[in-house]
Nanobody
Framework: VQLQASGGGLVQAGGSLRLSCAAS????????LGWFRQAPGKEREFVAA????????YYADSMKGRFTISRDNAKNTVYLQLNSLKLEDTADYYC????????????????????WGQGTLVTVSS
C-alpha cells in the first residue's frame, strides 16, 4: 500500500490541526494503521494506532486526550486530529500501515509497520 500524508503546517500553541493520510494500491480495510512523529535530533516515536474498523485505538500517554486517530474506509484515509498543541509537538508526522486487520502486540514500534508515507511537518509556535 502507498501512503500520502498531508495537513501539516504552522500553528500557534493551543491550536489545532488535522492530518490526513490517503492510501492506495491495496485493500485498505486489510491494514491496521499508525501515526508516528520525529523531532529534529530525536528518534521516531509512537503517536497513535488504529485497527481496521476503528474499534480499537491506542495512544502514547503524552497525547491521550489531545490527539484523536480515526479512519474512513470508504475514502481510504486515516486521520490524526491534533488539539491543544504544545511547542514540544513540533515534528515531522508519519503515517504507517501494517498488513493485517488487527493491531499487533508491538503496535507502538516502527518495526511493526511495513509501509510508510512521507512526513508532514507540524510546527507549533509560541
Amino acid at each position: 500500500v502507498q501512503l500520502q500524508a498531508s495537513g501539516g503546517g504552522l500553528v500557534q500553541a493551543g491550536g489545532s490541526l488535522r492530518l490526513s493520510c490517503a492510501a492506495s494500491g491495496r485493500t485498505f480495510i486489510g491494514y491496521s494503521l499508525g501515526w508516528f512523529r520525529q523531532a529534529p535530533g530525536k528518534e521516531r516515536e509512537f503517536v497513535a494506532a488504529i485497527d481496521w474498523s476503528g474499534g480499537t485505538t491506542y495512544y502514547a500517554d503524552s497525547m491521550k486526550g489531545r490527539f484523536t486517530i480515526s479512519r474512513d474506509n470508504a475514502k481510504n484515509t486515516v486521520y490524526l486530529q491534533l488539539n491543544s498543541l504544545k511547542l514540544e509537538d513540533t515534528a515531522d508526522y508519519y503515517c504507517a500501515a501494517r498488513s493485517g486487520r488487527y493491531l499487533s502486540g508491538n503496535y507502538y514500534s516502527p518495526a511493526a509497520y511495513s509501509s510508510w508515507g512521507q512526513g508532514t511537518l507540524v510546527t507549533v509556535s509560541s
